[in-house]
């Protein structure tokens, strides 16, 4: 299995501003996963990253408002751009060595935009 | 597109009772995982089902995958105070790896 760390754990930031969320995985993986997830609600998968590669964003998430780098095989950033309270929840970031495996969930990141 | 559906969302069980969560699919599956995620943590893989019919037991849970693999199930027997928290289905039908999240049943145990 595979343990994944997320910088940082929590922020407060303020509206229109911008903030870098890390995710470090301890062995080299294919996937890289950032979802959403509202408190008490399901999780939204918000790209799909992979090394080498663009990320895949999904319906309703942009590259201009989540920008993803994923510059090796044990590392990866989501950017929540120009935030709003609206953007207020918690981001995941997980790993998969293949398409078809289970993935493996950081702590997450507590996001609250004032 | 892909739905994942999950009831209860909400289920309120006596330690010792057996309970069951159910996921459905609007399409056919080629797996099916299963998380848990404890209250304030993250999601931990428990199970995946890939063929038909299968049935996998992990103590007090046992995890069924449909003959037409469009739904699943979760029983949990027995249920102690450790069983508290959120279980999360999620099904998968193309080959980048998406999982389709369902809604989740929040399950707390009474002593």
């Known amino acids: 299995s595979a343990v994944i760390s997320q910088k940082p754990s929590r922020d407060i930031c303020q509206r229109g501003t911008s903030l870098t969320i890390q995710c470090q995985v301890d062995?080299?993986?294919?996937?890289m996963f950032w979802y959403r997830q509202q408190p008490g609600q399901s999780l939204t998968l918000i790209a799909t990253a992979n090394q080498g590669s663009e990320a895949t964003y999904e319906s309703g998430f942009v590259i201009d408002k989540f920008p993803i780098s994923r510059p090796n095989l044990t590392f990866s950033t989501l950017t929540v751009s120009n935030m709003s309270p609206e953007d207020s929840s918690i981001y995941l970031c997980s790993s998969a060595t293949s398409s078809y495996n289970e993935q493996f969930f950081g702590p997450g990141t507590r996001l609250t935009v004032l | 597109g892909q739905q994942v559906m999950q009831i209860p969302q909400y289920q309120h069980v006596q330690e010792g009772e057996d309970f069951t969560t159910y996921c459905n699919s609007s399409?056919?599956?080629?797996?099916i995982q299963w998380y848990k995620q404890r209250p304030g943590g993250h999601p931990v893989f428990l199970i995946q089902l890939v063929k038909s019919g299968e049935v996998k037991k992990q103590k007090r849970l046992t995890f069924q995958f449909g003959e037409a693999k469009k739904n699943s199930s979760l029983h949990i027997t027995a249920t102690q105070t450790t069983d508290v928290g959120t279980y999360f289905c999620a099904g998968q039908t193309d080959s980048w790896g998406k999982l389709q999240f369902g809604a989740g049943t929040q399950v707390v145990v009474t002593p």
């Open positions: 399409t056919t599956l080629s797996n």
């Open positions: 062995s080299q993986v294919t996937m």
